[in-house]
């Protein structure tokens, strides 16, 4: 007669011998003929008596490595004191919190592996923006008249059907583009005479100083910078742009720009077509 664990009466009884805290082989002996798959299956789910357990050898080790742990010890003077190795008392104790003697040092070493990723991750970035420059390499004029036009088309007034306006007016508050259209309007052949130049920056902020830094910026002559516009602040606003760094915007107006206009408008559309 084959015995299936699937049986209710058989797993009945094995249940109750095991609760009346007999060991598997006296559970086989009274059940008569049975295979361990089989007893084990009828048995899933109820755990043994506690005398029938096998001793673990390192019991008594790993108690007192988490004592050890506990009154401030590190791993390898664990390791060494009980003569294990150190993975067996990382395993033993790693639900234990860290002893206070190592937690500065854990803290130093988070400190300097963030400060190696942000070293590391600065270093390959710039590396990536310095190849992406040399693929660029110096620009001919005719490339500055594109890349200016499209500059101006982004950043630039444009006239619009419900206000015409064609004439060259450029604002940005990155001192690299501004240069950057300083050179571009040289290409296109206007003197730097006949620029007006003026700051736009929030009345809280330092206009003397942006004025001085765009004076300095952009090697104009003080005569061609106007009053500055200072925009109302709003004190609701949570502005970004504060500080020593904020020097506002730089408005560039071209004099008896009108055909430069149309040019940038023909040079940027032959660009995007």
């Keep these: 007669m084959v ?112 400060r190696q990723f942000n070293d590391d991750r600065t270093a390959r970035l710039s590396a990536e923006t310095a190849a992406a420059a040399a693929e660029i390499g110096g620009l001919t004029d005719r490339e500055l008249l594109i890349a200016g036009a499209i500059a101006y088309w982004c950043e630039g007034a444009k006239s619009k059907p419900h206000r015409h306006a064609h004439w060259v007016t450029f604002i940005n508050s990155d001192p690299s583009l501004v240069r950057f259209f300083l050179r571009f309007l040289d290409v296109a052949g206007v003197s730097r005479a006949d620029l007006i130049l003026r700051v736009h920056i929030h009345e809280n902020a330092d206009a003397d100083a942006a004025q001085r830094f765009w004076l300095e910026s952009t090697g104009a002559q003080p005569e061609q910078f106007r009053s500055p516009v200072l925009k109302h602040h709003n004190p609701k606003t949570m502005r970004k742009n504060v500080g020593v760094d904020y020097h506002g915007c730089l408005r560039i107006d071209v004099r008896r720009s009108a055909a430069l206009y149309r040019q940038i408008e023909g040079w940027a559309s032959a660009a995007m077509s």
Excluded: C, M
């Design 3 to 114: 015995t299936s664990s699937a049986d209710p009466a058989f797993r009945e009884q094995a249940i109750a011998l095991r609760r009346a805290g007999k060991s598997v082989r006296e559970i086989k002996e009274a059940l008569g003929p049975v295979g361990n798959r089989t007893l084990s299956a009828a048995l899933k789910g109820i755990p043994p008596t506690e005398w029938t357990r096998r001793p673990n050898a390192k019991d008594d080790l790993r108690e007192r490595a988490r004592q050890l742990r506990t009154d401030g010890r590190s791993y390898n003077e664990i390791a060494a004191q009980l003569s294990v190795s150190k993975s067996s008392v990382s395993l033993w104790v790693r639900d234990l919190p860290l002893p206070p003697k190592f937690q500065h040092v854990l803290n130093e070493r988070r400190i300097a592996n963030l």
